[in-house]
């Protein structure tokens, strides 16, 4: 009797872009700003404006739930070699199922800087630096197909698991370009 494996689950980062993080934030602050007009200055009370009120405030806070704690995901099952990229969100995962054809490519961890510029009406400008890690299929025109990208410790951790696992099942080379990351980064804690 074959065991089937345990599918490799890497959750990498906020599922949508930074700047929704702020519209979120003005959703709620919105809300709280209805809700607060609604009890203390609206003298004449009718339910259409309550109910209205109400549902304001409850869309609001939902959406801005869903922005600030939904992530980006990446499974892969090495039984039926079928990946997927998807939207997580409190154990929920939505994402279509896709068959891994690697082909003549090559598995490589790499990283890359990625700089982004802020400007704040021409008043501030900011540049942040941030380093992605990423599994990626490389193809022998070097061209490439970035499977799965993260930042943080632990998906790191996972990514180079899965490009060894990979590697096994595919019979495909398996380039670590970011060769002793995790001691580095265990050392440092």
Do not use: C
């Amino acid at each position: 009797m074959n065991k089937s494996n345990k599918n490799i689950e890497i959750i990498t980062g906020d599922f949508f872009p930074s700047w929704t993080f702020a519209l979120a934030f003005v959703l709620v602050i919105g809300a709280v700003v209805a809700v607060g007009y609604q009890m203390l200055f609206s003298y004449v009370q009718v339910f259409t404006e309550q109910l209205i009120t109400f549902l304001f405030a409850a869309f609001s806070i939902v959406v801005s739930a869903v922005i600030w704690f939904s992530k980006k995901f990446f499974e892969f099952n090495p039984d039926a070699k079928h990946y997927r990229n998807g939207f997580y969100l409190f154990g929920f995962k939505l994402g279509k199922w896709q068959s891994l054809e690697i082909g003549k490519a090559y598995i490589a961890f790499q990283r890359y800087t990625e700089n982004i510029h802020f400007t704040y009406g021409g008043l501030y400008n900011k540049s942040v630096d941030d380093t992605i890690f990423e599994i990626r299929l490389v193809y022998p025109d070097l061209s490439f197909k970035t499977l799965v990208s993260g930042r943080d410790f632990k998906s790191v951790a996972m990514m180079i698991q899965l490009g060894k696992i990979l590697s096994l099942i595919y019979k495909v080379e398996f380039n670590d370009y970011v060769k002793g990351i995790i001691r580095k980064e265990i050392r440092k804690k």
